[in-house]
Each structure stands twice: as C-alpha cells, then as structure tokens.
C-alpha cells in the first residue's frame, strides 16, 4: 500500500510539472468577459521587438498576434532590444521607459518573453536571482488597477549560440526556471521552444526569428489564449 501511495504521489508530482507550459485547450482568456477590447502587454527583449524583421512593425509577433485575435483585442508592442530580466544584468528591463509604459497602459493581459538575454554569461552568473527580480516583475503588473493576468513565455531556441546566447542554457537553465515559476505562482505558460525546435532556417542570425518564425510565435500564443486554432 505505501508503494502505491508513493508511486501515485510521483505521477501527481510528474504531472503538475510537466503541466507547467502545457497548452490549455479551454484557452486563457475568455473574452465574453470583457466589456472592452482585451488589452495585451507584450514585454519583452528584441525578439518581442522584433529586430531584424523587415517591416516589423507590421510583422513582429505582437503585431502578427494582433491580426491573428481581431478587433477584440488590442495587443501593444513594449520589447526593447538587449534587455534583461534581472536587475543585476547588463541592461535590465525594468529601468526602460517601456517598462512604464507597459504599466501605464493597464493591460488585461501581460505576456512575458524575457530571459535570453539573461544567460550570456557574465548575466548568468547572477541566476540566482533571477526568479525573485521575475516574481517582482510579476508582481508589479498584478498591483495594477486592470489586475492583468499574466502569462509566462518560454524562451525559443538559440541555433546553437551567440553573443554569448547558449541554447544550452536556455534549455538546462533558463527555460526550467521560468516553468517552476509559472508552478510556485499558479500562472499560465506557454511554450514557445519546441514549436521552433529544428527550424534554425528561421533564424538567419542564429538568435532572431525572422517574419515566419514570429508567426509561429504568434500562432501559438493566439492558440493558448483563445484555445482555438488560427482560422
């Protein structure tokens, strides 16, 4: 009896970790439940930006998104290139104006994609703080009036490294942190690493996606939060 309490205990535990950046077929917002467009915050590094991607204004992954969830839904662009997560990094986020604008706009819906700048090593020295400066991050999107819900993002490949940019360290370190985060603070994930796993063709310099590969972004963020597939 004690071995099966155990092994029904280790299959719980398996799944509840495992579950942490697993897709929701019921979608994360429902948006009958809004009076207004949904408001979405996307934060985020160059890749939320968009660098590289000719037109990216028009192409990024927020602005892809945004076609892609319609005219009930306002999705606002806050990536800034080269910036990190933690306070301690080289260029933290928070210390960006966007930062503020991102609060100021109020949103329902915070969408985080930070952390690769974050496992260059002289950031990564400093990992150990790197879930606090995040739980922060959170916390102070969740303070706001709107009390958006905020969804953690994954970390899509690196092919395999550079400026310092390890897959390695996405994969060992940074990715595993961001989804025991999303666990300890009961918060939606969404996977964004192995939709991209093995198309390093969209990522001309081995780092950024390019316009396909943003929408690839974009079509799996849109899946998650409605819970529907792109029409």
């Not at 092994?7 to 439940?33: E, N, P, W, Y």
């Not at 703080?129 to 999107?141: N, T």
Request: glycine content about 6%.
């Amino acid at each position: 009896m004690k071995q099966k309490n155990l092994l029904k205990a280790l299959i719980v535990a398996f799944v509840l970790v495992t579950a942490a950046c697993q897709q929701s077929h019921k979608g994360i917002v429902d948006v009958r439940q809004y009076n207004q467009p949904v408001k979405v915050a996307c934060v985020g590094n160059s890749i939320t930006f968009g660098a590289g991607i000719e037109h990216r204004d028009s192409l990024s992954y927020p602005a892809q998104l945004q076609r892609m969830l319609g005219e009930n839904w306002e999705v606002q662009n806050f990536g800034v290139s080269a910036r990190t997560l933690m306070s301690s990094g080289d260029l933290p986020y928070i210390q960006e104006p966007d930062y503020q604008s991102a609060l100021d706009f109020d949103p329902d819906v915070v969408l985080i994609k930070l952390g690769t700048n974050d496992t260059k090593p002289h950031n990564w020295q400093h990992s150990s703080s790197f879930k606090e400066d995040y739980k922060k991050l959170i916390a102070s999107f969740q303070a706001l009036p709107s009390q958006p819900i905020v969804v953690l993002l994954k970390a899509v490949p690196a092919f395999p490294e550079r400026w310092g940019i390890s897959d390695s360290t996405i994969v060992h370190g940074l990715n595993p942190m961001v989804e025991e985060l999303a666990q300890e603070l009961h918060l939606p994930c969404i996977d964004l690493y192995t939709p991209m796993m093995g198309r390093d063709t969209l990522f001309p310099d081995q780092i950024h996606p390019n316009a396909e590969g943003a929408g690839i972004m974009a079509h799996t963020i849109y899946e998650a939060l409605t819970g529907r597939t792109v029409e």
